[in-house]
């Protein structure tokens, strides 16, 4: 029989619009509710406007693990979010940049409430918050969305992945998945406000593990390095 020990939610002492944009935020029932509804408002869009197919959903691993990707547009989270299944969809957090998904109390609860994003904020992330994203993946059990090029090509060609993912796997048995989606950018690049249709494929490829990669730079360089060629490979 499973032991079941109970605990204090991680943010039950933070005030309502600090837990939105809080690394520690964990979802309740209301949260849960409307990500449910959420993701089968969003998996009927993309089917309808997008075409979304999705190859290779049997590699995805039980939580933990880490899904990666390309990343050309605002469509990219949101397919890889629609693609997971069960408990990994209830558990997934997208990874995304402080500045611009939680800029306002209104975004941030858009944000924490549909896609479950937990803020990175860029050129201001703290070692102290690497760690801690990193301890509650493991202790959590949690399913992390991430786009290791940091930003959004602004030409449709993907980029140099940046060391932050080794940061975060390097030493530890979490699983890395890498997916490559083709189709976003011609639907929705950078410099339009709004999608228009286009049909979007998702390639998950094989997991990769770093558990023997040392948590240091070195060693979050060469597992941003292996990522890289993983994703690319999906071509």
């Known amino acids: 029989m499973m032991e079941f020990h109970l605990r204090t939610a991680r943010d039950h002492a933070l005030a309502p619009a600090a837990r939105l944009q809080s690394l520690s935020r964990e979802r309740g029932l209301g949260s849960l509710v409307i990500g449910a509804a959420w993701r089968a408002l969003l998996r009927a869009y993309l089917a309808a406007f997008h075409r979304l197919t999705v190859q290779g959903r049997e590699n995805l691993p039980a939580p933990p693990f880490v899904?990666?990707?390309?990343?050309?547009?605002?469509?990219?989270?949101?397919?890889?979010?629609?693609?997971?299944?069960?408990?990994?969809?209830?558990?997934?957090?997208?990874?995304?940049?402080?500045?611009?998904?939680?800029?306002?109390?209104?975004?941030?609860?858009?944000?924490?409430?549909?896609?479950?994003?937990?803020?990175?904020?860029?050129?201001?992330?703290?070692?102290?918050?690497?760690?801690?994203?990193?301890?509650?993946?493991?202790?959590?059990?949690?399913?992390?969305?991430?786009?290791?090029?940091?930003t959004r090509s602004r030409n449709g060609v993907m980029a140099t992945f940046q060391p932050g993912i080794g940061a975060l796997v390097a030493g530890t048995p979490v699983p890395v998945v890498p997916c490559r989606l083709d189709g976003a950018f011609a639907a929705w690049p950078t410099h339009r406000r709004l999608p228009r249709p286009g049909r979007l494929r998702l390639t998950i490829g094989p997991s990769l593990t770093f558990d023997a990669a040392p948590s240091s730079r070195e060693g979050w360089e060469e597992v941003a390095r292996r990522c890289e060629a993983a994703v690319r490979s999906l071509a």
């Open 67 to 150: 899904l990666i990707a390309n990343h050309a547009s605002h469509l990219d989270a949101l397919s890889l979010s629609a693609a997971l299944r069960g408990d990994a969809a209830r558990r997934a957090h997208a990874l995304a940049a402080g500045d611009t998904f939680f800029r306002s109390p209104l975004a941030s609860a858009f944000a924490a409430y549909t896609v479950n994003a937990l803020p990175i904020w860029r050129r201001r992330t703290r070692a102290g918050e690497i760690v801690a994203l990193r301890e509650r993946l493991l202790e959590d059990r949690l399913v992390y969305i991430l786009f290791p090029e940091g």
